[in-house]
């Protein structure tokens, strides 16, 4: 197998054990079946890019953390928690949704404004 396969699968092991959780929570919250999210941590499967995204909104971390190892929960220069959250969410979305996921933040900021001139 690969050696993107492997890294990811050592990657997606590592942050679900870094938040034990198990396989089955993991694959649960990520639609997938636990034999098809171990075999991706096994690299014996090379997941789809949508697959890719719901894993990464599972574990509520954006996309590039499943492929680089400088991205940890405990770690103090891990990303905003928050930004890290709405872009793994974002991640899982098609660009219909997320262009209406800016349209929503756009009417929010816009009515949080009026409120602070009020």
Known sequence: MSDIAIQLGQRLRALRRERGISQEELSFKAGISAAHLGQIERAVKKPTVETIGKLAAALEVPVTALFSSEY?????????????????QLASMNEEEQKDVLRIIRIFRGFRSKEDHE
Do not use: E, M
């Open 72 to 88: 940890s929960c405990d770690s103090p220069s891990a990303p905003n928690t928050t930004l890290a959250k709405i872009n793994a």
